[in-house]
């Protein structure tokens, strides 16, 4: 099993930035892939961003440029550096894992990203 803890929502001004970390606990070494997700009212959850084992990333086109993806091995926590952001980014953001196959297997709790404009 893997546990997943998010923070660093709140409330941010548009242009503004936050700093979301999501650590790991329990079976990490099982992990091959995380990523950042999120679900803004009446929306479908959408990937933002993600990080492979070897360091590969993914951005979701909305976000490039402005979004960052990062990890500390040993600290076993992923963080999502937001720059820029605009209210089209308020949502509740979610960490994922995956430790096999290719679906995100294990998630948190979730963090509330609110943009003001």
């Known amino acids: 099993q893997v546990q997943l803890v998010e923070s660093g929502g709140g409330l941010v001004q548009a242009g503004g930035s936050l700093r979301l970390s999501c650590a790991a606990s329990?079976?990490?070494?099982?992990?091959?892939?995380m990523a950042w997700y999120r679900q803004a009212p009446g929306k479908e959850r959408e990937l933002v961003a993600a990080?492979?084992?070897?360091?590969?990333?993914y951005y979701a086109d909305s976000v490039k440029g402005r979004f960052t993806i990062s990890r500390d091995n040993a600290k076993n926590t992923v963080y999502l550096q937001m720059n820029s952001l605009k209210p089209e980014d308020t949502a509740v953001y979610y960490c994922?894992?995956?430790?096999?196959?290719?679906?995100?297997?294990?998630w948190g709790q979730g963090t509330q990203v609110t943009v003001s404009s």
């Open positions: 994922a894992a995956r430790t096999d196959g290719l679906k995100y297997n294990y």
């Open positions: 329990g079976r990490t070494f099982s992990i091959n892939a």
């Open positions: 990080i492979s084992s070897g360091g590969s990333t």
